[in-house]
């Protein structure tokens, strides 16, 4: 087993990152060490130090841990890349990773910003040493004293833990002498500050103690303090009384504990680097799909920038403060600003600005507020320009709005005064990294397997199928899925306003409609495309969302041949389903009769499929309903499953069931003619009910 040094904060800001990642590097020129992150609230501040989040990142999409080396013979684990992970890490699997790199690794440095926590336990339970970093003041003492008194509680002894001094200010130092006395603990090593020329030798100092210390056996016998629940106090010390959220990210956390005087300094600070950077970049020019190649060139000249200015100031602070200026600043010129913390938060599916000061985002269904902001609405307004300018959109008094969509596939809205009256606003609709499937829609009780089985049935029978619901209801979501059961030997076209579907198979020719310029010209609607679609030999159509003219077009195509198309429309209910696609037919501008357009409807639609958002959050499947026929003027329906709630359980979750109403669908005669198995007896193992209508 490697030697494992645990490096504990004795509070926040004290400098144990900046100790923890130095100490890693000195250990690294000599044999293999690996450096852990073990701050759970997704600060990412080992990341940010060695410039490596796009490293760390592509590795926990591949596997289940976050694991890059950063530097020859340094690696870099980063246990929780947000807080949301920091949840849901396991320690059986950090242990099996230990245990894995027993034999490759020598020495392993833990920044342990959170050390109670079950996920950094298998760290904690084999630590060669713990150091304390206590800085030399009276009020740092005292709060090396109660982390001391923590640790013991929970099973650490004197015998393993040492007092590292990080030297901030030495007007105000008590000598370590003191220190010693008070804390009876023995002083491994004086750190400078970073800027300081005698920091480096501090660092070797110390590491030379650390590698003559005794070697002690595996502790293994660390227990929780009865006092202190795992990974509970420490959360809570860090966001007590502050007014600040646990999911607000480090850097306004920090900033929001400074006084104004050094807001006001580090606010002068990042004025002085964005005039300079403007001097030497056209941002303007840059968008948000800026190829990889360039966006590096940006940030090497974003990194010279910084480095030049803060060189002019030494006092700016720790390693670990420069280094999330940096980030700060690479968000600001070339990203999103505050929202790239958002952005890759993978619990966040919606992002709702609202002005520089009121961001909200949508976690599990739920909206919430969070402490991120920008600086001005003149940096908003950028965003947004940085955002429509690749894709040939243009926002401006003229034209207050505009639909667009970012590289990864996300659909965002903005709009600008004076339509938005106070500030411009953005709204942003995020795309999973991982697609979801059939399977995880029935494992969040979004719907059932035989409902899953049924649907998947009417595709592959080429059933034209309409998906209503509200917004935000899983509509798109759910024609994904429904998509990935088209054979893949069928052309598939998809239509849409801003392309947001990911079908996976090969034969798929993807359109997307374009407004019209700034003279007014070169506008391609969504039923252009669709009249347009229908000369190119398609065997599937789908259009991303029917809201206009184009039902009439979509409605014909299904009616001359084009069978198994798919879309999607807002409504409420399925019978309301049918009343929008009769209004969006008028639309078109057709003097159409009535009977005509239900006619139309009653050929073409075969099955409707309604989502819903809950109140609870959830998004269900609420039903399946087949589109039967006429009887005398109106389009008659009857539903097949639905969802019948029954108010909510304890922990506020929406309770209720899928049931089967006991109708024989029409359409199982197509399931015949397809040779598609399927045995409606599955769909009466749910509760059996009477129809909705």
């Known amino acids: 087993m490697p030697e494992i040094f645990f490096v504990i904060g004795s509070k926040g800001g004290v400098g144990a990152t900046t100790i923890a990642t130095h100490l890693a590097t000195k250990f690294a020129q000599t044999r293999p060490t690996l450096l852990v992150d073990g701050d759970l609230s997704g600060r990412r501040a080992g990341a940010v130090v060695f410039n490596a989040i796009a490293k760390i990142d592509a590795r926990r999409a591949q596997d289940d841990f976050a694991i890059a080396e950063i530097a020859p013979n340094l690696t870099l684990f980063e246990m929780a890349g947000s807080i949301h992970d920091g949840f849901t890490i396991k320690p059986d699997k950090v242990e099996q990773f230990l245990r894995s790199i027993a034999d490759t690794t020598k020495t392993v440095v833990v920044d342990a910003s959170q050390p109670f926590a079950a996920a950094v336990r298998p760290f904690a339970v084999r630590a060669t040493q713990f150091l304390l970093v206590v800085e030399p003041s009276m009020l740092g003492v005292t709060g090396a004293r109660v982390m001391q008194l923590e640790l013991?509680?929970?099973?650490?002894?004197?015998?393993?833990?040492?007092?590292?001094?990080?030297?901030?200010?030495?007007?105000?130092?008590?000598?370590s002498s003191e220190i010693e006395r008070a804390l009876k603990l023995k002083v491994t090593g004086e750190i400078p500050p970073v800027d300081d020329k005698r920091f480096e030798k501090g660092i070797v100092s110390l590491s030379e103690c650390l590698e003559s210390g005794p070697q002690a056996a595996d502790l293994l016998v660390l227990q929780p303090s009865a006092a202190t629940p795992l990974g509970e106090r420490r959360m809570n010390d860090r966001t007590k009384g502050n007014g600040v959220s646990a999911n607000a990210p480090s850097a306004l956390r920090s900033e929001d504990t400074m006084t104004d005087r050094q807001k006001s300094e580090r606010s002068d600070?990042?004025?002085?680097?964005?005039?300079?950077?403007?001097?030497?970049?056209?941002?303007?020019?840059?968008?948000?799909?800026?190829?990889?190649?360039?966006?590096?060139?940006?940030?090497?000249?974003?990194?010279?920038?910084?480095?030049?200015?803060?060189?002019?100031?030494p006092s700016i602070g720790s390693a670990e403060e420069v280094a999330r200026l940096r980030q700060e600043i690479i968000h600001e010129s070339l990203g999103l600003g505050p929202l790239e913390d958002l952005?890759?938060?993978?619990?966040?599916?919606?992002?709702?600005?609202?002005?520089?000061?009121?961001?909200?985002?949508?976690?599990?269904?739920?909206?919430?507020?969070?402490?991120?902001?920008?600086?001005?609405?003149?940096?908003?307004r950028l965003v947004i320009e940085r955002i429509i300018s690749p894709i040939g959109r243009h926002i401006d008094e003229a034209v207050p709005m505009v639909d667009a969509r970012l590289m990864d596939g996300s659909r965002v809205n903005a709009t600008i005064e004076p339509l938005s009256i106070d500030y411009p606003t953005i709204t942003i609709r995020r795309f999973a990294k991982n697609r979801l499937t059939i399977d995880?829609?029935?494992?969040?009780?979004?719907?059932?397997?035989?409902?899953?089985?049924?649907?998947?049935?009417?595709v592959e029978s080429r059933l034209n199928i309409v998906i209503s619901g509200g917004t935000g209801s899983g509509k798109t979501t759910l024609l994904n899925v429904l998509s990935s059961f088209i054979p893949t030997t069928e052309r598939i076209i998809t239509i849409e306003d801003a392309a947001e579907l990911q079908l996976h198979q090969d034969h798929v020719v993807r359109m997307e409609a374009r407004p019209a310029n700034v003279e007014g010209r070169g506008e391609i609607r969504i039923r252009d495309l669709v009249r347009n679609s229908l000369?190119?030999?398609?065997?599937?159509?789908?259009?991303?969302?029917?809201?206009?003219?184009?039902?009439?077009?979509?409605?014909?195509?299904?009616?001359?041949?084009?069978?198994?198309?798919?879309?999607?429309?807002?409504?409420?209910?399925?019978?309301?389903?049918?009343?929008?696609?009769?209004?969006?037919?008028?639309?078109?501008?057709?003097?159409?009769?009535?009977?005509?357009?239900?006619?139309?409807?009653?050929?073409?639609?075969?099955?409707?499929?309604?989502?819903?958002?809950?109140?609870?959050?959830?998004?269900?499947?609420?039903?399946?309903?087949?589109?039967?026929?006429?009887?005398?003027?109106?389009?008659?329906?009857?539903?097949?499953?639905?969802?019948?709630?029954?108010?909510?359980d304890k922990e506020g979750k929406l309770a209720g069931n899928f049931v089967y109403t006991g109708v024989q669908p029409n359409f199982l005669h197509r399931f015949e003619e397809y040779g598609i198995s399927f045995e409606v007896e599955k769909l009466s193992q749910m509760q059996l009910s009477v129809a909705a209508w």
């Open 440 to 458: 995880d829609l029935v494992s969040k009780a979004s719907l059932t397997p035989e409902i899953s089985d049924l649907l998947r049935a009417c």
């Open 152 to 175: 013991l509680k929970f099973g650490v002894p004197d015998s393993r833990l040492s007092a590292v001094i990080s030297v901030r200010d030495p007007r105000s130092r008590v000598p």
């Open 343 to 380: 952005m890759s938060d993978p619990e966040v599916s919606e992002i709702m600005v609202n002005g520089p000061e009121s961001i909200y985002v949508e976690r599990r269904g739920r909206i919430e507020h969070t402490a991120m902001r920008f600086n001005d609405a003149h940096q908003l």
């Open 535 to 648: 000369r190119m030999r398609p065997d599937r159509i789908v259009v991303g969302e029917c809201r206009g003219g184009e039902a009439l077009d979509m409605l014909q195509a299904m009616n001359t041949g084009h069978d198994g198309s798919l879309t999607t429309v807002h409504a409420n209910t399925p019978r309301d389903c049918l009343a929008r696609i009769e209004t969006m037919v008028l639309m078109a501008g057709f003097d159409i009769p009535v009977r005509a357009i239900r006619e139309q409807v009653s050929g073409a639609v075969d099955v409707i499929v309604q989502t819903s958002r809950l109140r609870d959050g959830s998004r269900k499947v609420t039903s399946v309903s087949e589109v039967v026929g006429m009887e005398g003027d109106v389009v008659t329906t009857q539903e097949i499953v639905r969802f019948d709630q029954h108010g909510l």
């Open 269 to 313: 600070l990042k004025a002085e680097i964005h005039r300079e950077l403007s001097r030497r970049i056209d941002f303007a020019a840059i968008g948000s799909n800026a190829d990889q190649l360039r966006l590096e060139e940006l940030r090497a000249e974003v990194d010279n920038t910084v480095a030049e200015i803060v060189a002019r100031r």
